[in-house]
């Protein structure tokens, strides 16, 4: 029998159990989180029109024309590799419905090492958790190894 496949955003779930749920539209990602970890297992999976469902209404992308930048996030997860994450921390919704996550994510284009730390903004649509935008680093930027940041010491200017 094969070995089960493990969920790409390194949660050590079963994909099944984990994010598909999500990505399938048959649930919603129940705090920030958990829709940030669905979103990096989306570029594994290449499951690009999740990634442009799970934008939030006022992110930038979202007054293009839905299948150009569903295309645009099709190529940029098939030219990559998504070997694992590790959340940093979360920050609950703020009295103005923000929610921020702290992440390592693990890339690589070619076998060439395209990383980066991103602090990323998460906001409630009425319908679920929505991708807001974010601040990234890569780790040659930091003085400090990725893992070792929080979101009180992550640099974001």
């Given at each position: 029998?094969?070995?089960?496949?493990?969920?790409?955003?390194?949660?050590?779930?079963?994909?099944?159990?984990?994010?598909?749920?999500?990505?399938?539209?048959?649930?919603?990602?129940?705090?920030?989180?958990?829709?940030?970890?669905?979103?990096?297992?989306?570029?594994?999976?290449?499951?690009?029109?999740?990634?442009?469902?799970?934008?939030?209404?006022?992110?930038?992308?979202?007054?293009?024309?839905?299948?150009?930048?569903?295309?645009?996030?099709?190529?940029?997860?098939?030219?990559?590799?998504?070997?694992?994450?590790?959340?940093?921390?979360?920050?609950?919704?703020?009295?103005?419905?923000?929610?921020?996550?702290?992440?390592?994510?693990?890339?690589?284009?070619?076998?060439?090492?395209q990383s980066f730390v991103e602090r990323s903004d998460f906001r409630h649509d009425g319908t679920g958790w929505r991708y807001l935008d974010g601040v990234l680093k890569l780790p040659r930027e930091l003085?400090?190894?990725?893992?070792?940041?929080?979101?009180?010491?992550?640099?974001?200017?």
């Open positions: 029998m094969p070995p089960v496949p493990l969920c790409p955003c390194s949660s050590g779930q079963r994909y099944k159990q984990c994010c598909a749920p999500f990505h399938k539209g048959e649930a919603e990602a129940p705090d920030a989180e958990r829709l940030m970890r669905s979103r990096y297992s989306a570029f594994a999976q290449r499951e690009a029109v999740y990634l442009w469902k799970t934008l939030h209404p006022d992110h930038p992308m979202r007054a293009r024309p839905e299948a150009d930048v569903v295309r645009e996030l099709r190529a940029f997860a098939q030219a990559h590799q998504y070997p694992g994450l590790v959340v940093l921390g979360h920050q609950p919704p703020d009295t103005t419905g923000l929610s921020r996550v702290l992440f390592f994510a693990r890339v690589f284009e070619k076998g060439k090492d003085k400090v190894p990725p893992e070792s940041l929080t979101l009180e010491t992550f640099p974001a200017d």
